[in-house]
């Protein structure tokens, strides 16, 4: 039996979470080039207020994002673990919660976005509602190839005109 319970679904005792699954250079942080360092960090505008509107009407947030600059030795997984822990409790004293962060270090794998491979471990790791769920990236290779998981992007230096669904963060609000 299937019930709706606000931000989930239950499934016999097993909540389903809905989840905002955000990239991370474009979205969380403008894009500059191997951004691996909490000085080399900004956040990008709205970000916060697109994230508490998320977290108040029910979605979990997980960052997803593709880090070659490790497999290219410009930085250490470390480097990128620190960052994300300081993302973490960025977004915390803002009073929003970040239920994880997937990244990808290879070129060539399932795990890289577009590849769904991130998502699966996501989904099987945290329950995840995916047809209840949405992904916003700011590249073509954001938009994940995934059934059922809706994937915007958002107009960028990325994107032709015919490439994205969003010009800015804020209109993922009427997709919630």
């Known amino acids: 039996m299937v019930e709706p319970s606000g931000s989930s679904i239950f499934f016999i005792g097993l909540i389903m979470k809905r989840v905002l699954f955000l990239d991370r250079d474009g979205i969380v942080n403008v894009d ?3 951004v691996h360092k909490k000085e080399d ?4 505008p709205d970000i916060f ?4 509107y998320a977290q108040d ?3 979990y947030i997980i960052i997803m994002s593709n880090q070659t600059g490790v497999t ?3 930085f250490t997984q470390d480097d990128v673990d620190i960052l994300h822990r300081w993302v973490k ?3 915390k004293a803002q009073g929003i919660d970040i239920l994880d962060f997937f990244y990808c270090t290879e070129y060539k794998s399932f ?3 577009p590849q769904p491979g991130m998502f699966f471990e996501a989904a099987a790791r945290h329950e995840i509602d995916i047809p209840n769920s949405l992904m916003v990236g700011d590249k073509v290779s954001d938009r994940i190839d995934m059934d059922k998981l809706r994937s915007y992007i958002l107009k960028s230096q990325y994107t032709k005109d015919n490439e994205y669904d969003i010009e800015s963060l804020l209109e993922l609000k ?3």
């Open 32 to 34: 500059t080039v191997d």
């Open 41 to 44: 960090f900004v956040f990008t």
């Open 49 to 52: 207020e697109v994230c508490k």
């Open 57 to 59: 009407n029910g979605y």
């Open 72 to 74: 290219r030795n410009v």
């Open 89 to 91: 409790e960025s977004f």
């Open 111 to 113: 795990s890289r976005k």
């Open 174 to 176: 009427h997709y919630m």
